[in-house]
């Protein structure tokens, strides 16, 4: 079984800075794109930023400039750094990966969810 497992949520206030870490764990052979989800009360869940294996990133154009992925292959963890946070951002964000189990076979895992709150 593989889980993701986020962590550095919280608490900020509008042009603070926050970063989530998810490792990957369990019985898999290797990920392919790592990614970040989010979704604020009452809206779908969107894309936030991914990045593949080989490290090309996509961001949505609410973040650019602002947040940054990153991901530690040696450790398996996706990472998120958000700069210049605004209330806008406030949300619960959701790590996500695509692995490749032993049989071959490709799974799309998700992780728990971590709140982030953007207010003064």
């Known amino acids: 079984q593989v889980q993701l497992v986020e962590s550095g949520g919280g608490l900020v206030q509008p042009g603070g800075s926050l970063r989530l870490a998810c490792p990957v764990s369990g019985d898999f052979f290797s990920i392919n794109v790592m990614g970040w989800y989010r979704q604020a009360p009452g809206k779908q869940r969107e894309l936030v930023a991914r990045v593949t294996s080989n490290g090309r990133t996509t961001y949505a154009d609410s973040v650019k400039g602002r947040f940054t992925i990153s991901r530690n292959n040696a450790k398996d963890t996706v990472f998120l750094q958000m700069n210049s946070l605004e209330p806008e951002d406030t949300a619960v964000y959701y790590c996500?990966?695509?692995?490749?189990?032993?049989?071959?076979?490709?799974?799309?895992?998700w992780g728990q969810g971590t709140l982030v709150t953007v207010s003064s």
């Open positions: 996500n990966a695509g692995v490749i189990v032993g049989t071959g076979r490709y799974l799309e895992v």
